[in-house]
């Protein structure tokens, strides 16, 4: 069914009165000093390993979303809302942004410059994921794009945008981006709230919103989507009926696809992927709306599938990954999943250590860097083995967990 255009000054209105109830300060954030509090590394406590030292580095980017490192060591990280790309190089902050980035809009809430990812075999060529300004009746509304480029020193050349989402975002949508071994990019649209009249994005079959996306590298749906051959479905969708997936990572020893999912009170998940499965937003959801009254009337039905991990309170779940690193042995295994705020308090944000045995289950979880309350969208284990996550704050940072070193 296709979408109307919403009336514009009716959605302003909306995310304005949304902004003002469950927003603190800038975008959403605590008001906390975080220029002091990365000042210098701090100790942490971890239940079965001891003392973690956090690390931070490139102190200053503005509200960082998204990261990826490169074979040489340097970092790229997204800024969501200024539209900047910025290279870390030997752990510090280069002082000029990356050249070359495409136009963002940033003008409606939480819309701007989203995920990265590096091509797998030559990681100089960069995709983005991006909010774009498109005309609908005469009204400035916005959708998601992906560009490819190439990085050449510190500018991108060559930028070619090669996918455009059907629908309309709202300023609501993550795309996170990942690559799968075999070189196929998953990009991840997510769907829209209820109360804005855009619900039904995520089990609509006709628009990219609400749903988890394959294509090869030329923003082409890849050859075996599951819905390749469909007269209903767009041939890019790989899963449905998501709300806002902003973390993926494939599992250690299965192989399996799992991704983060935010639901707006309550009921944000863990999933495992399967090639065309329907996740259920909103038809059967364990989350409550913001206002407070059950999304769906049931948990489950027929022809869904049922989360691996569910959070009550409400996390706001952001980036996640799998430790098999060697820097924190305790924790190998362990799935890490960046919390930007717990039960809608502000200044909650943390990252959650979930540990399993030897069946795959989950025997017990653990809330890391609640002390310091940051905004966390992105866990990722980099390639010198440590795991590093990003504080989503107006003045963040990357922050690196490793052991402390030993006293002389």
Do not use: C
């Not at 809430?109 to 994921?129: E, Y």
């Not at 109360?195 to 590298?217: E, F, T």
């Not at 082409?220 to 469909?230: H, I, K, M, R």
């Not at 999933?271 to 038809?283: D, Q, S």
């Amino acid at each position: 069914m296709p979408h109307k255009a919403m009336n514009t000054a009716v959605f302003r209105t909306a995310v304005s009165i949304w902004i003002a109830i469950f927003s603190v300060g800038g975008h959403g954030q605590s008001e906390r000093d975080f220029e002091s509090e990365f000042a210098q590394p701090r100790v942490i406590r971890s239940s079965d390993t001891g003392d973690i030292l956090v690390v931070p580095m490139a102190q200053g980017l503005a509200n960082p979303f998204d990261l990826a490192f490169r074979n040489n060591g340097d970092i790229l990280v997204t800024e969501r809302y200024t539209g900047r790309l910025r290279l870390i190089r030997d752990g510090l902050l280069l002082p000029n942004a990356v050249g070359g980035v495409p136009d963002v809009y940033s003008e409606v809430f939480r819309a701007g410059l989203m995920s990265i990812a590096l091509h797998p075999d030559n990681d100089a060529l960069v995709f983005l994921s991006y909010t774009k300004p498109i005309k609908v009746e005469g009204e400035i509304e916005q959708t998601v794009a992906l560009v490819r480029a190439t990085l050449d020193g510190e500018q991108l050349v060559n930028v070619e945008e090669i996918f455009v989402a059907k629908g309309l975002d709202r300023g609501i949508a993550a795309a996170k981006l990942l690559f799968e071994p075999d070189g196929h990019l998953l990009m991840s649209v997510g769907g829209a709230y209820m109360y804005m009249g855009l619900g039904d994005y995520a089990q609509d079959p006709s628009v990219h919103y609400g749903k988890l996306l394959r294509l090869d590298i030329n923003g082409s749906p890849a050859a075996d989507n599951p819905f390749l051959e469909s007269d209903e479905f767009l041939p890019e969708v790989y899963s449905f009926g998501h709300r806002n997936q902003i973390g993926m990572d494939f599992h250690p020893v299965t192989g399996e696809l799992w991704a983060s999912e935010n639901g707006p009170q309550g009921g944000d998940e863990v999933n495992i992927i399967r090639p065309g499965a329907n996740y259920g937003w909103p038809e059967a959801s364990y989350s409550r709306q913001y206002r407070g009254d059950w999304v769906s009337d049931r948990q489950w039905q027929n022809g869904v599938v049922q989360p691996e991990i569910i959070w009550w309170p409400s996390i706001a779940p952001a980036g996640l990954a799998f430790y098999t690193g060697d820097k924190v042995e305790s924790w190998q295994g362990n799935l890490f999943v960046g919390a930007m705020l717990e039960g809608r308090i502000p200044g909650t944000g943390h990252v959650e250590r979930i540990v399993f045995n030897s069946r795959g289950q989950e025997i017990r979880r653990e809330s890391l860097l609640r002390g310091l309350g940051a905004r966390i969208t992105a866990v990722k284990q980099g390639p010198d083995g440590y795991l590093y996550a990003l504080a989503d704050e107006e003045y963040g940072a990357i922050l690196r967990f490793e052991l402390p070193r030993a006293q002389p």
